[in-house]
Nanobody
C-alpha cells in the first residue's frame, strides 16, 4: 500500500512560480502529477520513473514545468514556472508499481494510488 501526501499549492499571478511536493510511502516505480478542472477529465501533467529519472511531460507544460524525485525522501516535486491562468486546477500526485511503459506514463489508468489533491490558482 502506498500513501501520498501533497503540499505546495496556492494562488499566484500569471508568470509566477509554484512548487508542489508529494511524499510517498512504500515502493513506487513511477510517480506523476495530474490535474483536473471541474467538468473536465483529469489530465496527465508529468511523470518520472524512480529508478533512473526518466521523465515525460504533457505538451502543454513542456519547457515550463519540471518534475524531479528525491530518492532518499521518496518525494516527487513539480516545479511550475511561467504559470498561466489555464494552469489553474486541482493537482494530484499519483503512484504506480506497474511494469515500465514510457508511452503510457501519463495514462491515468496506470496509477493505483492517488493523493488528496492540492489547488493551484493562477490569476491574470
Amino acid at each position: 500500500q502506498v500513501q501520498l501526501v501533497e503540499s505546495g499549492g496556492g494562488s499566484v499571478q500569471a508568470g509566477g512560480s509554484l512548487r508542489l511536493s508529494c511524499a510517498a510511502s512504500g515502493y513506487t516505480r513511477l510517480l506523476a502529477w495530474f490535474r483536473q478542472v471541474p467538468g473536465k477529465e483529469r489530465e496527465g501533467v508529468a511523470g518520472i520513473y524512480t529508478d533512473d529519472g526518466t521523465t515525460r511531460y504533457a505538451s502543454s507544460v513542456k519547457g515550463r514545468f519540471t518534475i524531479s524525485h528525491d530518492t532518499a525522501q521518496n518525494t516527487v516535486y513539480l516545479q511550475m514556472n511561467s504559470l498561466k491562468p489555464e494552469d489553474t486546477a486541482m493537482y494530484y500526485c499519483a503512484a504506480s508499481t506497474a511494469d515500465r511503459n514510457w508511452w503510457a506514463t501519463l495514462f491515468e489508468n496506470r496509477y493505483a494510488y492517488w493523493g488528496q489533491g492540492t489547488q493551484v490558482t493562477v490569476s491574470s
